[in-house]
């Protein structure tokens, strides 16, 4: 059925990609697997991950089934969607920053940074299921291109989510267009907080302020 707000089409999960689920999996292997790693098992619906050339699409979440905050990007840029990974170049302070929140000397492998962020309940997404974007720039997103992930299934899935930290204001502003007007009552009500972006264009605030700021929202 398509939703006649942002044009999203849903099936079920069996159909995607021909039965192939696309992103990353929960310990940083990449490849096809079910979504029962994601505590999506319950799930009988799905966003398609746009399959047009030209449109950038986002990873599956990483979150676990107690999971109370979710950190929400943007679309993955390229750097990340080469090698299949979350804030992947190397100028992102995301890693770093939760490296020295949760006290860790340097950030390890990818797959204990995904277990790091489940450990501590904290689930990692996109807004965007897929989007035309030339280069990695948020600015350059083509909102008429833009498809929403399907939030309104993630939030059913996992009712322990409390908070939603935007990594940036374009994340937020994607959300706010694309997503708010169609969640629930209960789900609109949750707590939105707006964080300074990790990303390297956002060199205006200095990585110690950063950490000030995820580090409030995320230390234990």
């Avoid at 098992?41 to 676990?64: K, W, Y």
């Avoid at 993630?154 to 267009?177: C, D, Q, T």
Wanted: one cysteine or more; hydrophobic letters at 40%; a positive charge.
């Amino acid at each position: 059925m398509a939703d006649a707000r942002n044009g999203l089409k849903k099936v079920s999960t069996g159909d995607l990609d021909g039965g192939k689920r696309v992103g990353p999996s929960p310990d940083g292997e990449q490849g096809a697997k079910n979504f029962s790693g994601y505590g999506f098992r319950q799930l009988q619906t799905m966003t398609i991950l746009n399959a047009r050339p030209g449109r950038d699409r986002c990873f599956a979440p990483i979150v676990s089934a107690n999971a109370h905050t979710l950190i929400l990007g943007s679309l993955p840029g390229r750097k990340s969607l080469e090698i299949q990974q979350y804030y992947a170049h190397p100028q992102n302070a995301f890693w770093k920053l939760i490296a020295q929140i949760f006290k860790i000397e340097s950030p390890p492998p990818y797959a204990q940074r995904v277990k790091i962020l489940r450990a501590n309940r904290i689930a990692l997404w996109d807004v965007l299921a897929a989007a035309t974007r030339p280069g990695s720039l948020d600015s350059s997103i083509v909102h008429a291109t833009a498809q929403a992930n399907d939030f309104a299934a993630f939030f059913r899935a996992h009712p322990r989510i409390r908070r939603v930290l935007f990594n940036g204001r374009k994340a937020e502003e994607l959300y706010r267009r694309f997503v708010l007007p169609g969640l629930s009552a209960d789900a609109a009500a949750l707590r939105y907080v707006s964080m300074p972006s990790t990303s390297p264009a956002h060199a205006g605030m200095t990585f110690a302020k950063k950490l000030e700021r995820w580090r409030k929202e995320l230390a234990p």
